[in-house]
């Protein structure tokens, strides 16, 4: 887990990331990650990394650092530019993710997914298959998982890596899984229908914008292109390379204009950020909702005149209103003081709000302290480039928690 913060206004943007890593399945906690990185000084575009720290285990900050050494230094007129870039990069670097390598973990990544979602639940404790209660009930029982699962991936956006990628996909690891097909389904008996729906059902999980839990990493880019005026940002979940092609999804972007004049947006672990700029906790919100539709559908269904659909349309009254109760008091009088915030003020803001989701965690008894260490902060502005403002100089600064 980690916890990273991009404050922006037309001065510039900030960026802080903490250091906190965890591994052995959260048991262990180290306090040196790198999360912040300079891909171009001028103009200047930072990334930050959150979730997985590699891509196909291979660490994101050798990739970064390998990009940055071999990218020409012509600049960019455009952001979406350095992401395209960057992107390009590492579907071509061969050295970092030969084909071999794709092919193995694609074959690895299907076979995992596929264990889990199918043969577990058909597993007593000790692993054995279940007893069938009637001839072909496990076959029916894979028939129904199979149909639902690619119903699930089919109604997720489409990847934009082409019409025919799943198809590609297929046929380039079409050995790797006809031996899935044979260790994990010939044992029950399976006819060859189910093996072609299982290979569709895979184009599917490969077309869409699916990402295998626990494997995706979270990436931002922030800054500006040559032509651009002010700041913005793109964010990403990224999966792996098949075929190929990166599997990334673009799940949300963000720009200053004349218009949008301030933005705070934080990534990873958002809890106390997001209290800190709308005046409560979103689940706790969520659950207010939730109790006063309960409470409303208990009492008044039985009411004279108590027309169908009321009950939700108040739900919804309520929540219009408490949300734009929230914006007035809590959201708009801080996007108007960070739309003034000369750029070490937002430098502070930034490095603040990943203190105090460190803080919130030390404290809690409840969680490990997923969230902590130094502080990376980044200041990028048109001025002055990518400049850092807070950055470990020492191993010893790096080790400690809060440093």
Not at 188 to 194: A, E, I, P, R, V
Not at 206 to 215: A, S
Not at 261 to 287: C, N
Request: hydrophobic share 45%; charged share 25%; with cysteine.
């Amino acid at each position: 887990m980690t916890c990273e913060v991009a404050v922006m206004n037309k001065y510039g943007v900030a960026l802080a990331a903490d250091s906190a890593a965890t591994f052995g399945r959260g048991q262990k906690v180290y306090y040196a990650a790198e999360k912040l990185f300079c891909i171009s000084q001028v103009p200047p575009v930072g990334v930050m990394i959150s979730g997985s720290a590699e891509l196909m285990d291979m660490p994101w900050e050798i990739i970064i650092k390998t990009y940055t050494q071999q990218r020409q230094a012509h600049p960019f007129e455009r952001l979406e530019q350095y992401v395209e870039d960057f992107f390009r990069f590492v579907e071509q670097s061969e050295a970092l993710f030969p084909p071999a390598l794709q092919q193995t973990w694609s074959g690895e990544a299907v076979r995992r997914y596929w264990k889990e979602t199918f043969l577990e639940p058909l597993a007593t404790p000790a692993g054995a298959p279940r007893k069938r209660r009637r001839a072909g009930g496990a076959a029916q029982a894979l028939h129904r998982i199979l149909a639902r699962e690619t119903a699930a991936w089919r109604r997720l956006p489409m990847l934009e890596l082409g019409a025919v990628y799943g198809d590609r996909v297929l046929a380039e690891y079409a050995p790797v899984l006809a031996a899935l097909e044979k260790e994990l389904f010939h044992p029950l008996g399976l006819k060859q229908d189910f093996a072609d729906k299982f290979r569709a059902a895979v184009g599917a999980m490969y077309m869409h914008t699916w990402v295998h839990p626990g494997d995706g990493s979270g990436i931002v880019f922030a800054g500006m292109g040559e032509a651009e005026p002010f700041p913005g940002l793109q964010e990403f979940q990224v999966d792996s390379i098949a075929a190929g092609r990166l599997r990334a999804v673009r799940v949300g972007e963000a720009r200053i204009t004349r218009e949008v004049t301030a933005i705070v947006a934080p990534f990873g672990v958002t809890e106390m950020v997001d209290i800190f700029y709308r005046g409560i906790q979103p689940e706790l919100e969520e659950s207010l909702y939730a109790i006063i539709g309960r409470n409303l559908a208990h009492h008044r269904p039985d009411a004279p005149g108590w027309p169908a659909g009321e009950t939700a349309r108040l739900v919804e009254q309520i929540r219009k209103a408490f949300t734009d109760g929230i914006v007035r008091k809590y959201q708009s009088p801080l996007i108007a003081a960070v739309e003034v915030l000369p750029r070490q003020g937002l430098a502070t803001m930034a490095e603040a709000l990943v203190n105090l989701t460190a803080l919130k965690l030390r404290m809690s008894v409840e969680t490990v302290e997923t969230v902590g260490g130094a502080v990376h902060v980044a200041l990028l502005s048109r001025g002055d480039g990518f400049v850092w403002v807070r950055r470990p100089n020492s191993a010893r600064e790096a080790a400690e928690p809060g440093g």
